[in-house]
């Protein structure tokens, strides 16, 4: 089968730098350096992208789910729409791709990282090669009852790039400037693996998610506090016994009581505020790279 | 009459902060001191709040205009609220208030301001105060037959602020405090000039709008360029000729070609995309506070 990347901007609707990258592309194939691999770029949610929202009826980011796929008859754009994009690139599609990467931006302080699901082997060697070359953080997403279905897990390797801080529907020079960075050393570091010139490194340190939390609330459920000053954009800042978390406006603030420290990865990003997560917690971890993963990477791409 | 200041946040229902602080107000009397001046606070589209929207069908913010007033049928969901906040708030409505005070956020770095439209004298007055007090520049929009219809027209005295940057849809604690820091400065302020204990400046700076641009559009009208780096976040620096304005991919810069130089201010405001504003130029000039302007404020408040 020929090597061919699916890449996606606009999976969220208001994420639009992107998107806007990609038209430009589009106009002009030599703006970007796709090292000779085929791609085929889409914006995931086109009329989320109209209605400058993050979605129109579900979060498409969260719609990848195996029962979705079922729900033939399904109203939600969303639901709709991820079923097409299976369908059209999927593995097993009509213009079939083997790796997703699907292009984000938040409203966190988060720099530019790549986020994995979960634990499988070529995404972590994808993600290796580019840490390695760029030094970006790596977020596993895992162990998250509530917030599964995202798109990279429909095919079999896929990795999320988030870029921020940057507001919903702002485009920005340097969020352009980065986006387009980590495209064209994906497809680099792709090229170079179709080509078994490639270099592994032995180490990879990952952010493992643990778990979010919630703003403060009042008895009704309305957000009574929030993030403290000492905490906003300081994502990826290790977080302490005691330190600020929110601040109400009574004076009160509220600090982190757990012994054991974190490192906050998504501080305040404005489109979690609906999924009532005011921040997530992650460890650093420092892991041993496996070459079950080199080869897992090496066999999907050949 | 009674003195009575109509406050104002979530006109454009994506900027949270203003109506954030409300709330918690509402719940709290005492996070705010207003000096003793009775105020009236409403969210100004609650419908557009809800659909987490800076309007539902127009932008409410242009929406008081004469002939709007004089269209009792319509089914514009900002043009029956513009008739209602005046019924309700009006100079002449049920519960009258003699000013308004207009909370925003913008996603341009323009720190905190205060803008008027056209030369109204009790405007000039209340904004020369709060310059001499707190140093905020004064953004003064006049001469754009594009935009009109601003809430605050249609009371005898007004003033929008602007906070930022911030996206839209974020909660965040430094545009909490400088919302709260101003509402109460003006507060305070107002109750002076009632208990005529008030000293006015002998002069104001005024940032005079003379137009706004547009963003680089290709042939089919599509926006091709974005602002450049070395402009990104630069609102109130002077920007002169030959200076950078606009990037495009294909590597061409865009730069400032007029011999007489601006202070650009709203530099890539998120919401002024549809409204064709990449930014806008203003003259800064240095003006002779004139005491008709006291008095008219005066003369408004007893």
């Given at each position: 089968m020929q090597l061919q990347?699916?890449?996606?901007?606009?999976?969220?609707?208001?994420?639009?730098?992107?998107?806007?990258?990609?038209?430009?592309?589009?106009?002009?194939?030599?703006?970007?350096?796709?090292?000779?691999?085929k791609t085929c770029k889409v914006v995931g949610n086109p009329e989320a992208k109209k209605a400058g929202k993050r979605y129109v009826h579900h979060d498409l980011n969260r719609s990848f789910k195996e029962d979705s796929f079922l729900s033939f008859n399904s109203s939600s754009i969303e639901e709709l729409r991820a079923n097409e994009l299976v369908k059209l690139y999927g593995y097993s599609g009509k213009n079939p791709c083997q790796i997703a990467l699907d292009f984000h931006t938040t409203t966190s302080s988060m720099g530019s990282c790549l986020v994995v699901y979960g634990r499988r082997e070529a995404d972590l060697a994808l993600a290796a090669l580019i840490q390695n070359k760029l030094g970006l953080p790596i977020y596993l997403h895992e162990s998250d009852e509530k917030q599964t279905g995202f798109l990279v897990e429909a095919w079999p390797c896929g990795l999320v790039i988030e870029i921020g801080p940057i507001?919903?529907?702002?485009?920005?020079?340097?969020?352009i400037f980065q986006t387009k960075l980590i495209l064209e050393k994906l497809l680099e570091q792709i090229h170079q693996v179709k080509n078994l010139n490639f270099f592994f490194p032995d180490k990879l340190i990952i952010h493992r998610h643990i778990k979010s939390?919630?703003?403060?609330?009042?008895?009704?459920?309305?957000?009574?506090?929030?993030?403290?000053?000492?905490?906003?954009?300081?994502?990826?800042?290790?977080l302490k016994k005691n330190d600020a978390l929110f601040y109400k406006l009574n004076g009160e603030t509220i600090k982190f009581e757990e012994d054991e420290p974190y490192i906050p990865v998504f501080i305040n990003e404005a489109a979690y505020m609906e999924k009532n997560i005011a921040m997530s917690f992650t460890k650093r971890e420092l892991w041993d790279f496996k070459k079950e993963w080199k080869q897992s990477l090496i066999d999907l791409i050949h």
């Open positions: 990347v699916l890449l996606v901007a606009g999976t969220h609707g208001n994420e639009i730098n992107g998107i806007w990258l990609f038209e430009e592309w589009e106009k002009s194939s030599f703006v970007l350096n796709t090292h000779g691999v507001g919903q529907g702002i485009l920005n020079s340097k969020i939390i919630d703003f403060p609330r009042d008895q009704e459920g309305h957000i009574d506090g929030y993030v403290h000053s000492l905490r906003q954009s300081k994502d990826w800042h290790l």
